[in-house]
């Protein structure tokens, strides 16, 4: 994964992926992680009615439990929280950890390859330090945004973007956008777009900037 990561040659397979279901995946996983530490109780705030997104599930589901592993791996005590929620042109995803957190100075050093924050080279949890980078580059593909907020003795927050495709939403599930005038009026079917998972403020502001949804 790496050696496509500096290559540039990692591809994705892009499909509509169920955030839900994939969540189910990631969290079998991350639960057998938890396991080897019990003062870690793992939480789960997941947003209701979440629309699909484009995306490819094997390298989505890696990103987000190469994130875990690592707040996992960093926590003894406390929290790790997978947060998932809507924004108005994003999903929005979070780990949250209580773990040992990132003093300032080595916060620029998070996303480097081949660094870490551990100074004993002996600390069992010291790895290749490409973990991090892999799901920089991973969240690139998808054209999202990857960052995090920490503090030295009290945890981190990793986050990332995976932008919402009205295209991709108009042609596989939807319908298609039309330019205006068209004799349909969103007000009318705030229930179907719900049902779709669009958020009718959403649905609104494209028929502010005169464009439309159809809804099949």
């Known amino acids: 994964d790496y050696a496509e990561t500096v290559t540039g040659r990692m591809e994705l397979n892009l499909e509509e992926v169920d955030i839900y279901a994939a969540l189910d995946g990631v969290m079998t996983i991350a639960d057998q992680l938890v ?6 109780t ?23 439990l190469n994130l875990i592993h690592n707040a996992v791996k960093f926590t003894d005590k406390g929290y790790i929280t997978i947060r998932i929620s809507r924004e108005p ?3 929005l995803f979070e780990v949250r950890d209580t773990g040992i957190g990132i003093a ?3 916060q620029e050093l998070v996303f480097q390859p ?4 551990l ?6 949890r010291l790895g290749f330090g490409i973990g991090l980078k892999i799901v920089e580059h991973i969240i690139d593909l998808h054209d999202g945004e990857t960052w995090f907020e920490s503090k030295a003795g009290i945890g981190s927050s990793f986050f990332f973007t995976i932008p919402l495709n009205w295209s991709f939403w108009s042609g596989a599930k939807i319908g298609i956008i039309y330019p205006m005038p068209f004799e349909y009026d969103p007000h009318k079917s705030e229930a179907n777009l719900a049902k779709h998972g669009i958020d009718f403020d959403d649905a609104q502001a494209l028929w502010d900037d005169e464009l439309y949804l159809e809804i099949p």
């Open 35 to 40: 396991e080897s530490k019990p003062g870690v």
């Open 42 to 64: 793992l939480e789960e705030e997941i947003a209701e009615n979440l629309p699909t997104i484009e995306a490819d599930p094997t390298r989505f589901s890696q990103a987000l």
């Open 89 to 91: 042109n994003n999903i």
């Open 104 to 106: 300032e100075a080595d």
């Open 114 to 117: 081949f660094e870490t924050i």
């Open 119 to 124: 100074e004993d080279k002996n600390d069992p």
